[in-house]
């Protein structure tokens, strides 16, 4: 009888070399930066497709005096709430006084309004609105399809990622999906058209959006039980402050191209040191590949400064190559995936973790898209919204371990659908106390999502984990291709997005119930093992009250 990966109790074996030591310190250095690249490449149409302030250039008037807000500015171009209309401008009364070298608003009937196709800009910031003229309101579906562009690559990308990674490893995925992306998102900064623009937008995710996942993963499977609410903070401090970063790089950079650039070419560079990563060995032991994994826990041990006992090099090591091959053949991937899918209970969690990633990611990148648009900085709120995530990661530390996942999952989910509802109360105008609320909201679904990615990888065996994560994934992303379109809602009724986003938190934050509790459970390695959660909670719950 073949040794399956069952027989090894590796969460033991980790326990033995050091559940989070110098090793695991180098292997969570090296998945760092490719969650940091993660949120460059991301979030990276936030500022490359960032709308603008822009007005009318005024025949005559502009010729002589270009700035913003010209004294003979209201006699030339319509005002909307204070604001110049972007692309309407008086009338002149005749053709005859464009020609002039001086500025006559005596000679621009303020009854009559007419399009123009020149403009002036209020700031310096080149995107491609300007760069490919994606000018007036008919034109900001282009803008919101960037975004929607870049999550439809993701979703078609991640159940094939999932697939490659769970089949052929985490680290070669991990090599492709960075190099790729790096790639593509330098090619994009010499785009010479909008549409070009677009395809390549495509491509970047669709080849390396399992950055994030893979890097993750390969972090996370390398950690004993107790560190990994530690662990998955370690990433998820990283994307908060890399997303912060994105914000201070568009900040310096105001051209488009050059912000690209400055993002990507690093993914390049990164490269020979992720080559150093080592392979998940929970997935080389799915794979029947022992001695690479024994090799794995071996340099680990030695680096840690701890010794492997004998039962755990017996039982880690195989007796001989049939045994091997007979359990890669058990292994097989569409059989382990057929097998999982008759099962009744798994399809309904797959489903219910589909939902609340959907909801998580509609709303964490709805809340982030919707930060530029807020009264004051668009930098500066941007990057506010991404810090106020690690006060949410420090709460998560001190409470997850103790309180439990699923009732802070639902928690925080439920908080953050009633902040979202309540920002709608504050009275126009006060711009600080509407600003607090929608931190507090950020802050409540970032600590949602950070559970989210520790519990998914909780409830799923190990042979098909990455694949399961990147199915809930992959229907996530379809939130995030609805996110960027959201705030054409505010269009039709101001309030629409931000109570579209409470009313889904509160509803999946109550659908999170249905889940079994993992606080101190092994990670499952089975299918029989991931179900049983189910079981052996009831059970308890019994014992608790018999």
């Not at 002589?64 to 030339?76: D, F, G, K, M, R």
Request: charged share 15%; net charge negative; proline share 5%.
């Amino acid at each position: 009888m073949p040794k399956s990966e069952d027989d090894i109790d590796l969460d033991g074996v980790l326990s033995e070399i050091g559940q989070f030591g110098r090793f695991q310190i180098r292997q969570y250095g090296l998945m760092v930066i490719p969650i940091i690249l993660n949120a460059f490449f991301t979030l990276s149409y936030v500022f490359t497709a960032g709308s603008l302030s822009y007005r009318c250039h005024v025949p005559g008037c502009d010729d002589v005096q270009t700035t913003w807000h010209p004294a003979w500015l209201n006699e030339t171009v319509p005002m909307r709430n204070g604001v110049p209309a972007q692309c309407e401008m008086f009338a002149p009364i005749s053709n005859s006084s464009l020609d002039n070298d001086s500025c006559d608003v005596s000679k621009f009937n303020n009854g009559a309004v007419i399009q123009c196709d020149k403009f002036v800009y209020e700031e310096d910031e080149v995107t491609i609105v300007n760069d490919f003229n994606i000018t007036c309101p008919y034109n900001d579906w282009k803008l919101t399809m960037v975004g929607t562009i870049n999550n439809i690559g993701q979703f078609v990308a991640l159940p094939i990622a999932g697939y490659l990674s769970d089949r052929f490893g985490r680290r070669l995925v991990l090599l492709i999906s960075v190099a790729s992306s790096a790639v593509f998102g330098i090619l994009r900064a010499y785009s010479t058209s909008y549409q070009m623009f677009l395809v390549l937008e495509f491509l970047d995710p669709a080849i390396g959006s399992t950055m994030y996942t893979t890097a993750f993963i390969l972090a996370l499977e390398l950690v004993g039980p107790r560190m990994r609410v530690s662990g998955n903070n370690i990433i998820s401090c990283a994307f908060s402050f890399a997303e912060a970063g994105l914000g201070l790089l568009a900040m310096l950079f105001r051209n488009w191209r050059t912000l690209l650039k400055a993002l990507y070419i690093p993914g390049l560079v990164s490269l020979p040191l992720l080559w150093m990563t080592s392979e998940s060995v929970r997935w080389l032991i799915s794979k029947g590949q022992r001695e690479k994994a024994f090799s794995i826990l071996k340099k680990a041990a030695n680096t840690n400064k701890k010794i492997l006992s004998p039962s755990a090099i017996e039982r880690l090591c195989p007796s001989d190559s049939e045994s091997k091959s007979e359990e890669l053949e058990d292994n097989s991937f569409f059989s382990l995936l057929k097998d999982a899918f008759q099962n009744p209970g798994l399809i309904l969690r797959i489903v219910n973790c589909s939902f609340c990633w959907f909801t998580n990611v509609l709303v964490y990148y709805g809340l982030s898209l919707n930060s530029v648009t807020l009264a004051g900085d668009k930098y500066l709120n941007f990057i506010l919204v991404s810090l106020v995530e690690l006060p949410g990661f420090l709460i998560m530390q001190l409470i997850l371990d103790r309180v439990g996942r699923r009732i802070t999952l639902c928690t925080t989910m439920v908080l953050c659908g009633l902040f979202c509802f309540m920002s709608e109360f504050i009275p126009t105008g006060n711009h600080w106390l509407s600003l607090i609320l929608f931190l507090v909201s950020k802050m409540a679904i970032t600590m949602s999502f950070g559970i989210l990615y520790i519990y998914t990888v909780e409830i799923f065996p190990t042979n098909l984990r990455q694949s399961l994560l990147s199915v809930c994934s992959m229907f996530g992303r379809i939130g995030s291709m609805i996110a960027p379109q959201t705030p054409l809602l505010a269009k039709i009724w101001s309030p629409l997005p931000m109570v579209i986003y409470g009313t889904i938190g509160i509803t999946s934050g109550l659908a999170i119930l249905q889940f079994p509790e993992t606080l101190n459970t092994q990670l499952p390695n089975t299918v029989e093992e991931a179900m049983s959660m189910n079981t052996d909670e009831k059970n308890k719950d019994r014992e608790r009250f018999a």
